[in-house]
């Protein structure tokens, strides 16, 4: 199989920041678990350090990477917070 391009960062950065906001706001309103939305982050890092662009997986290996290092507990209270400034 030939090797396909990398996709750009410019084009999928704001596809991967609106799902971290997705997953935040779930685990915010209880519509997910932390381990689902760890669970969840995680297969789209995967995806994007096997096909996205250098600024793309540094990206999301570092904000998708803290999300899901944190403890149910401030995970849980860090979605509250997320939803309840706005």
């Known amino acids: ?3 396909l391009p990398e996709i750009n960062s410019e084009v999928i950065e704001p596809y991967l920041k609106a799902f971290l906001m997705e997953n935040i706001e779930g685990v915010a309103f209880g519509l997910y678990t932390p ?3 760890r669970q969840s982050l995680k297969g789209v890092d995967h995806f994007i350090s096997s096909f996205g ?3 793309s997986r540094c ?3 570092n904000m ?3 999300f899901c290092a944190m403890s149910d507990e401030v995970m ?3 979605c509250k917070k997320t939803f309840k400034d706005k």
């Open 59 to 61: 990206a999301t290996s």
């Open 76 to 78: 849980k209270e860090v």
């Open 1 to 3: 199989m030939d090797k």
């Open 64 to 66: 998708y990477g803290k």
């Open 35 to 37: 381990d689902e939305a």
């Open 53 to 55: 662009g250098i600024h």
